[in-house]
């Protein structure tokens, strides 16, 4: 299984079945252009919910969305590129409440060198939602094209991301 799980981090197939549960496996550097931004905007809201806490706009505040609870990073003001991203929303950020969100990270040692076995109790690293390659590239595409340095949030961006319930949920930032 180590061998498979090795081929993997080298490139080979993106999937393998683990006891009849198939586990997202993720490439080491992936080709960031096959991302699809509308596709990743879904993952963003639903799939990984990244906007429970880094906000619809990504600037880790709540605007008028009920389920942003928790304040998080910029997403607008980060500095990483697509891989860097990619990193670190595969392996989290452990110690903080940025999960991980590659089902695999820690059991082996792809994510910074570290297993779960490493950390002390009540310090492991944080699970999120997991999801396919194909959602974590077009979930970079997504940031990438509508997030990284887009400077402060607008209400047309707003709109755009709630689409049909703009209305409501934007109007805090007509006029603006
Ligand atoms: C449970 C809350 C939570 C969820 C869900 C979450 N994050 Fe985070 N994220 C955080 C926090 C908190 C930080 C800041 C950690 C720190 O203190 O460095 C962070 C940091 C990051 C960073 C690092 C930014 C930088 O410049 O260093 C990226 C990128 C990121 N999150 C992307 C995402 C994406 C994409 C998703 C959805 C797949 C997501 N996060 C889901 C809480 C969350």
């Known amino acids: 299984m180590l061998q498979a799980l090795k081929l993997v981090a080298f490139g080979a197939p993106a999937l393998l079945c683990l006891n009849s549960t198939v586990l997202a496996e993720f490439i080491a550097n992936p080709d960031f252009t096959q991302g699809d931004a509308e596709k990743g905007k879904q993952v963003y ?3 990984g919910v990244c906007v429970n806490c880094h906000g619809w706009a990504g600037d ?15 997403l607008r003001e980060t500095e990483l590129d697509a891989q860097a991203l990619y ?4 392996c989290g950020i452990p110690g903080t409440q940025m999960p991980y969100h590659d089902g695999v990270s820690y059991k082996d040692d792809r994510c910074y060198d570290l297993v779960m076995s490493d ?5 492991a ?12 590239i077009d979930l970079i595409a997504y940031l990438e094209e ?3 340095g887009h400077g402060k949030p607008t209400y047309e961006e ?3 991301y709630y689409d ?11 006029d603006k």
């Not at 990193?87 to 595969?90: Q, S, V, Y």
């Not at 950390?119 to 310090?123: K, L, P, R, S």
């Not at 690293?125 to 959602?135: M, Y």
């Not at 049909?164 to 007509?174: G, M």
């Open 164 to 174: 049909t319930s703009a209305a409501k949920a934007c109007s805090y930032l007509e």
């Open 60 to 74: 880790g505040q709540a605007g008028r969305n009920p389920m942003a609870h928790a304040a998080a990073a910029n």
């Open 119 to 123: 950390f002390d109790a009540g310090q």
């Open 146 to 148: 509508y997030i990284v």
């Open 125 to 136: 690293p944080v699970k999120g939602k997991t999801f396919r390659e194909k959602q974590m």
């Open 87 to 90: 990193d670190t929303i595969r």
């Open 45 to 47: 809201q639903r799939v």
């Open 158 to 160: 707003c709109t755009h």
